[in-house]
């Protein structure tokens, strides 16, 4: 009996964090999302897809904290996608167990989102979440980001590698001139900041507040420059 009770807790917390972060999400997202946290917590004990284990921890360190991130996202889309025609296509690279990438699909219908990891068997819970969860917009990739050409309008990580790797590895994917880099992170990362290289410029450290989490957590925003 105390699983449907736990699951119910979980999804009023969800529900509430949602609206801490004034998203206007429907109840099958907020179904979708509670679907794939048991999605996750299911495949982690097979896959190792992430170190935490605890679904109340899952939901503020992984879902909420990639939720955090959706209203800077929908923003950037929708001034890509004033044109109309294509969807806007983001490349979620290092997505491990699909965070953010699962949780942008979900979130955000209009975006097509390519989770892309080095690892078979993250990639394959990817792909299956999107088969599971009726994401056509989702799509797990098995390659190197070096190795993709892209073009995404927007290339997101959330602790990947450092600022430096992660435009130099994805540079080849991103979309010329309009395309950004969108890097979640803990602290302000000065360092990773100044050492970016000749071509790409940080041009907003946007903060998130994470509901039920007691961390500074940012959104480093990149661009190349002619």
Same mark, same amino acid.
């Not at 996750?40 to 879902?63: C, F, G, I, S």
């Not at 025609?85 to 949780?103: I, N, Q, T, Y």
């Not at 969860?133 to 990580?157: M, Q, W, Y």
């Given at each position: ?64 904290? +990639? $939720? ?6 929908? &923003?950037? =889309?929708?001034? /890509?996608?004033? %044109?109309?025609?294509?969807?806007? *296509? ?71 590698? +450092? $600022? ?6 994805? &540079?080849? =994917?991103?979309? /010329?001139?309009? %395309?950004?880099?969108?890097?979640? *992170? ?41």
């Amino acid at each position: 009996m105390s699983a449907p009770a736990n699951h119910d807790a979980l999804r009023m917390q969800l529900e509430a964090g949602a609206r801490a972060l004034e998203l206007d999400l429907s109840e099958a997202q907020v179904g979708q999302l509670m679907d794939f946290l048991a999605l996750l917590q299911k495949w982690n004990k097979v896959y190792n897809l992430t170190a935490v284990r605890d679904p109340q921890e899952m939901l503020t360190h992984h879902l909420l904290d +990639s $939720l955090a991130a959706v209203a800077p996202l929908r &923003r950037q =889309a929708a001034s /890509v996608g004033q %044109g109309g025609g294509a969807p806007v *296509k983001l490349l979620d690279v290092g997505s491990g167990g699909g965070l953010p990438g699962v949780v942008f699909a979900i979130c955000c219908p209009g975006v097509d989102v390519s989770c892309v990891d080095t690892v078979g068997k993250k990639a394959a819970f990817t792909q299956q979440a999107a088969v599971a969860l009726r994401l056509p917009n989702l799509h797990g990739v098995h390659a190197r980001v070096e190795t993709l050409a892209g073009p995404f309008d927007v290339i997101s990580c959330r602790a990947f590698a +450092s $600022l430096p790797d992660f435009v130099a590895w994805s &540079r080849s =994917a991103l979309a /010329v001139p309009h %395309g950004v880099w969108l890097a979640m *992170k803990g602290k302000r990362p000065d360092d990773e900041i100044a050492a970016l290289p000749p071509g790409v410029t940080m041009f907003h450290v946007e903060p998130l507040a994470v509901p039920g989490l007691e961390a500074e957590r940012c959104i480093v925003w990149m661009r190349p420059v002619a």
